[in-house]
Structure formats: structure tokens, C-alpha cells
């Protein structure tokens, strides 16, 4: 498995953003407004990414008192990772375009408040996909250099 190139995450988020922006044009006036729980379940999801990075990090690294992770552990934390990047640049480009359709009608209650469910839930994607690469970035094996940079700055 390769990592996340970040112009892969950029070019699905266009895509994403035009498609949602062409079918709104169309559709808008028959759908329901835009539920927030995708924003909230993303920012949980975002939290859990980041501090699980952290720990796979320390345990991958062999910090002190930390027992070691399985290897198939580790590539089962660097496939949800990537899983959940490209899945969060899809809705944050469907969330974007939705947001640029809409900034044109702010004037009327239901696109306002589609408007800021949008907003919301594009910063979550957002950091759904930070969290996400910092995720896959913890899963990788330090080099010797890395290993000797951070002996030296560990206290004595």
C-alpha cells in the first residue's frame, strides 16, 4: 500500500465539488434539508484518528512501558486511515459544492441554515483528513536516522 498523496485528496474534493454543485442546481428545491450529524460523527471520528496516532506512534517507536503493536494491527490502522481520508475529501467536496450553490440565496432561512450545516460539515471534513494522514503517517516504521535523532533528544 502506497501513502496518501495529498493532490489525489485535492483532485477527488473537485470532482466531489462539481458533481454535488451540477446535481444541486437541478435538485435542490426537492430535497430535505442537510442533516449536521455528519459533521459531528466526523469531528468524534477526527479526535479518535488523532490521539490513535499518537499511541500507535509511541508503541511503534518503542516509548518506554508501551508493549509493541502487532504489525497486522499496524497496516489495519494505516488502511482505515486511508479509507477515511479519501472518504472525508469526498463529503468535504460535496459539502463545498453545496456551500458554493448556496452562498448565492443566503437571503432565505432553509439555504442559510443548509448554508452553515455545509460550512460545518466541510471544516469537519477537513479535519477528518488532517487526522487521517497524521493516522497513516504514525504507522510508518522509523528509519535509523529517525531512531538516532530521537535518542538524542530523549531526556537522560
Known amino acids: 500500500?502506497?501513502?496518501?498523496?495529498?493532490?489525489?485528496?485535492v483532485a477527488t474534493a473537485v470532482v466531489s465539488l462539481l458533481v454535488s454543485?451540477?446535481?444541486?442546481?437541478?435538485v435542490y428545491s426537492s430535497l430535505p434539508p442537510l442533516?449536521?450529524?455528519?459533521?459531528?460523527?466526523?469531528?468524534?471520528?477526527?479526535?479518535?484518528?488523532?490521539?490513535?496516532?499518537?499511541?500507535?506512534?509511541?508503541r511503534i517507536r518503542g516509548g518506554p512501558g508501551l508493549k509493541p503493536i502487532?504489525?497486522?494491527?499496524?497496516?489495519?490502522?494505516?488502511?482505515l486511515a486511508?479509507?477515511?481520508?479519501?472518504?472525508?475529501?469526498?463529503?468535504?467536496?460535496?459539502a463545498a459544492g453545496a456551500l458554493v450553490y448556496l452562498t448565492s440565496s443566503l437571503?432565505?432561512?432553509?439555504?442559510?441554515s443548509d448554508a452553515i450545516t455545509a460550512g460545518g460539515t466541510l471544516v469537519a471534513a477537513v479535519l477528518l483528513v488532517l487526522?487521517?494522514?497524521?493516522?497513516?503517517?504514525?504507522?510508518?516504521?522509523?528509519?535509523d536516522d529517525d531512531e538516532d535523532a530521537d535518542r538524542q533528544r530523549a531526556p537522560r
Not at 500500500?1 to 485528496?9: A, H, I, N, S
Not at 437571503?107 to 442559510?112: G, H, Q, T
Not at 493516522?135 to 516504521?141: D, G, K, P, Q, Y
Open 131 to 143: 487526522a487521517a494522514l497524521y493516522l497513516e503517517h504514525s504507522c510508518r516504521v522509523p528509519s
Open 70 to 79: 502487532a504489525p497486522l494491527a499496524a497496516v489495519r490502522m494505516a488502511a
Open 82 to 94: 486511508k479509507a477515511s481520508s479519501h472518504a472525508a475529501a469526498v463529503i468535504g467536496g460535496l
Open 107 to 112: 437571503s432565505k432561512s432553509v439555504p442559510r
Open 21 to 26: 454543485w451540477l446535481v444541486l442546481r437541478i
Open 1 to 9: 500500500m502506497r501513502p496518501t498523496r495529498t493532490w489525489v485528496l
Open 35 to 58: 442533516p449536521w450529524t455528519a459533521a459531528v460523527a466526523m469531528v468524534l471520528l477526527a479526535l479518535a484518528e488523532a490521539v490513535s496516532g499518537r499511541n500507535l506512534r509511541a
